[in-house]
């Protein structure tokens, strides 16, 4: 292109005011009418007009602000990313290096910030459009600026923040750990070199920490987690070293190497003939009370009694629980805990075994403390599945065992207003129970007095006190819809 073409360019830039846009040049309709002006002065060579529009923007802001400035708006607008691409061919042409680009864009000044600088996309996208190894090339320049003990630092870190430039940490690191491997470093010299042993804390949350299991992986094919654990354990004590391994559970970026050394751990335990108690005592287990179901440990042990035990971990995990918590603290954390239902049936099961009545059970589980407050008590289904249970075992079951209970200690009258009032309340926790017990209330009437309105309202203005008026409302309401849906 001759110097007056370059020439003209520059001027129309003046010309349309483009070197006076502050901010947002791409988008401003000064931008606009410059690039539509050069579009069409060369639209037999699309490509030599982007290479004069790149010349003219270097001269106005410099290597490293354009290419700060593109390569944020690349990703998202089609001339950015084609203008970026004529800088780098500019740059190509000038016999560039990509360690002579990394000055260029002042990279060198950035120190360990430098996985934080915007210009760092700018030097990867040049080094990989015009290198067969772009990454070996460009850990080769970062060497001749920093040492490898912070090169490796800095690598670790822009990896484990899941920044803009993760990806070319990653990149690096890899390059990284193969030339570790060429020069023929151990497990125990990179943990060393990655100063992991000063590390007093819990060293699985240390970036540096990701990048030597990831070394020890490349190193070890077979069992690299077993390399990894038995580190640890020149380190840390059993027990300190399981909840280092729960406590990385918490945070998605330790949560897959802490899986992996869980494995590990499990295994450990049962060659070492771990018992389930035992294992449920070392995770502490006993300490987290009721949260024990949503703890990160329960769903360990739950797993390693599934592995221990495959003929019947429901029995071991009963066992257990109840050897630490005791039968009435068991019953109550079960309570109505859906994903407990097994070991809820485990201990329904030894009540069984131990001649326990549905009586018995009522008292054990405090309900006939609770009086007419009964129906709030989460356990109310546990002793009803246990009633019920019971009964399949009798020769001729009596399908409304539970009412014919109840109706025992409260009347049939009683227990009535207190289902419908407590059905009223539309408690989530209940109101299935509560709906149950009511139907088959309602059948069970049904069964003796037949859909008799008249007998219905017999029996509740035996009372017609202020104080059950509403109860008695709400029965004949909801023996009414039960009449309804009876008789269609």
């Known amino acids: ?19 006076k846009v502050n901010s947002n040049l791409l988008e401003s309709a000064e931008f606009g009418k410059w690039h539509n002006f050069v579009q069409k002065a060369y639209k037999k060579n699309v490509e030599e007009g982007e290479a004069a529009m790149v010349r003219t923007l270097t001269k106005h802001y410099g290597d490293e602000e354009l290419a700060k400035l593109l390569s944020k708006a690349s990703t998202s607008n089609i001339i950015a990313e084609r203008l970026e691409g004529a800088q780098f061919t500019k740059w190509l042409v000038e016999e ?3 360690g002579n680009v990394f000055n260029l864009l002042k990279l060198d000044e950035a120190g360990e910030n430098l ?31 920093f040492d490898d003990q912070t090169l490796a630092k800095m690598i670790s870190a822009a990896k484990w923040d899941e920044g803009i430039h993760t990806k070319i940490a990653i990149k690096l690191e890899n390059v990284e750990l193969e030339q570790w491997l060429s020069r023929g470093k151990t ?3 990179i943990f060393k070199f990655l100063n992991l042993n000063d590390d007093v804390g819990n060293v699985l949350k240390n970036p540096a920490f990701n990048t030597w299991v990831s070394f020890v992986t490349k190193v070890e094919k077979e069992n690299p987690y077993e390399v990894v654990f038995a580190k640890l354990l020149t380190r840390y004590d059993e027990e300190s070293l399981t909840k280092l391994v729960f406590t990385a559970m918490d945070d998605y970026k330790t949560l897959k190497i802490a899986e992996k050394l869980e494995v590990v751990l499990q295994n450990k335990w049962i060659s070492g003939r771990k018992t389930a108690n035992d294992v449920f005592k070392l995770l502490n287990l006993g300490k987290e009370g009721d949260a024990i179901f949503t703890s990160p440990m329960w769903s360990s042990w739950n797993s390693y009694v599934m592995r221990l035990s495959k003929g019947d971990p429901d029995e071991s995990m009963y066992l257990t629980l109840k050897s630490q918590f005791g039968e009435e603290k068991l019953v109550e954390m079960i309570g109505g805990n859906v994903r407990m239902k097994n070991i809820a049936d485990k201990l329904q099961e030894d009540w069984r075994s131990q001649g326990k009545s549905g009586d018995d059970i009522f008292k054990l589980l405090k309900l006939n403390e609770k009086k007419e407050q009964f129906v709030e008590s989460p356990m109310l289904s546990t002793w009803i599945s246990y009633v019920r249970k019971l009964e399949k075992f009798k020769a001729k079951s009596d399908e409304f065992v539970v009412i014919r209970y109840l109706e ?10 207190i289902l419908a009032m407590e059905k009223k309340q539309d408690n989530s926790a209940t109101k299935n129970v509560i709906a149950d017990l009511q139907r088959m209330q309602f059948k069970l009437w ?5 859909i008799d309105a008249n007998r219905l309202t017999e029996m509740l203005l035996r009372d ?23 008789l269609g």
């Open 96 to 98: 560039r290096s990509v």
């Open 115 to 145: 996985f934080k600088s915007p210009q760092l996309s700018s030097w990867v996208k040049y080094a990989n459009k015009f290198q067969s190894n772009p990454e070996e090339t460009m850990f080769l320049v970062l060497k001749t600026h």
């Open 446 to 450: 049904e069964s003796r007095y037949g």
């Open 1 to 19: 292109m001759s110097s007056n073409n370059q020439l003209a360019i520059d001027k129309r830039f003046n010309l349309f005011k483009v070197n």
């Open 187 to 189: 497990s125990d010299d």
């Open 408 to 417: 025992n200690i409260f009347d049939e009258v009683t227990l009535a207003r």
């Open 464 to 486: 017609t006190s202020r104080n059950v008026m509403p109860a008695n409302v709400q029965v004949t309401y909801d023996f009414y819809d039960f009449y309804k849906a009876t």
